[in-house]
């Protein structure tokens, strides 16, 4: 695997963990409360793990979102996880830019732990990688 492939999964990997770590931490009575910020960061995670693929498959580097969305849903071996990577973008567009969207911690867990969950499995099953387990 090419080394900026490499890169890619390993700050994907990071993001993905920094989510992990922010759903297990009690937060309890602080607002804002930081929930937002796990779909925050499951969208970049996700970023990663499909620049990831994108590099390793096409050597294509995209730096706009939309054009990512539109490669992603072009590219046969990882287009069954577009519509979880649309909801990624569009909950961490809401956290990162919507001043009245909030998400209640248990709707937190649906973005890392469904829809990130899915385009990591199928971008490395596309890379021919194991899914990591977590």
Known sequence: MDPKTTDHLRISARNRDLARSLLSQPYAGIQPSPWEWVAVMAFY??????NAYLWESRRLVLTSHRHRRIELQLSPHIRMCSGNYGSLNLAGYR?????????????ART????????????????????????
């Open 45 to 50: 995670a996700a970023v990663h793990a499909v």
């Open 95 to 107: 956290a990162r830019y919507d001043e009245t969207f909030s998400m209640p911690e248990q709707d």
């Open 111 to 134: 973005p890392l732990e469904v829809d990130f969950r899915q385009v990591e499995a199928t971008v490395m099953q596309a890379l021919g990688q194991p899914a990591p387990i977590w």
